[in-house]
């Protein structure tokens, strides 16, 4: 368990990092900063092969073999578990209202909805708000930096990649738990983001393997929806994005 005053430090030291990673690209609401695009392309190749080798037909399984309800209750377990994390960050933004909203959220669903497999809480109108430290830098000042993509994780920024990096280390849930059991987070994720993966199926598939340039597709569909997420920009107007924007925002 990280003792409070590391965390505090841990913080500040990722917003000074994240201050200077910020400053090696300008803060734009629109535009593209890639400076790296070389070797984003070659990591990007290497997700999309990761995908079309693994994780698209072990989803493809998963969510043939899964029920809906069950489908639902592992990610509704998995979002339940990302509560706390959320929870600290609203607290380090001094968004004390959503630190409030989340934390109800939280209580209910491992009360009454059994750990997190089912959500009464959104039943009682206590939706989810989601958030992370790749906001909180975006809070502090922290600029977007460059376009980076990650193995595995996929596109990202240098601020969200940093944030990324942050909320594993500080996340209470994992802090928190036996070391015996702190396996538990990392596979209620995994499995989550396989059933993601066959719920949006069509839209994955459509950006991977069936645009012309699906690198630049799925670079330009995360910084529009990410600027668009922390309010510093408006959703794309093209017809082509509409949809993708839906699928992408519900998760």
């Known amino acids: 368990m990280l003792p409070f005053g590391k965390v505090i430090r841990l913080t500040v030291q990722a917003a000074l990092v994240g201050a200077l990673m910020g400053c ?3 803060q734009v609401a629109s535009g593209i900063y890639d400076p790296y695009e070389v070797q984003n392309r070659r990591t990007h190749e290497f997700n999309r092969q990761v995908d079309k ?33 959320a929870v600290l960050n609203d607290l380090l933004q001094l968004n004390i209202a959503d630190a409030l909203h989340n934390t109800v959220r939280f209580v209910v669903n491992s009360t ?4 997190g497999i089912l959500d009464p809480a959104m039943a009682g109108g206590v939706e989810a708000r989601d958030t992370d430290f790749g906001e909180t830098l975006h809070v502090w000042g922290v600029k977007e930096g460059a376009y980076v993509e990650l193995p595995f994780a996929g596109p990202s920024t240098s601020r969200d990649a940093l944030g990324l990096l942050v909320d594993v280390v500080i996340d209470p849930v994992n802090t928190l738990l036996p070391r015996s059991k702190r396996y538990i987070v990392p596979v209620a994720s995994l499995a989550a983001k396989v059933g993601d993966r ?19 597709q799925a670079r330009l569909l995360y910084l529009e929806n990410r600027r668009f997420e922390l309010g510093v920009s408006a959703p794309a107007e093209d017809d082509l994005y509409e949809g993708l924007y839906d699928d992408l925002t519900a998760q």
């Not at 009454?112 to 750990?115: D, E, Q, V, Y």
């Open 198 to 216: 066959y719920r949006f199926r069509n839209t994955v598939d459509s950006i991977l393997y069936e645009s012309a340039d699906s690198y630049a």
């Open 53 to 85: 080798v693994l994780l698209k037909p072990v989803s493809g399984a998963y969510g043939s073999a899964l029920p809906e309800p069950v489908r639902i209750g592992v990610g509704n377990f998995a979002s339940n578990l990302s509560l706390p994390s």
């Open 24 to 26: 090696a690209g300008p």
């Open 112 to 115: 009454i909805g059994l750990g």
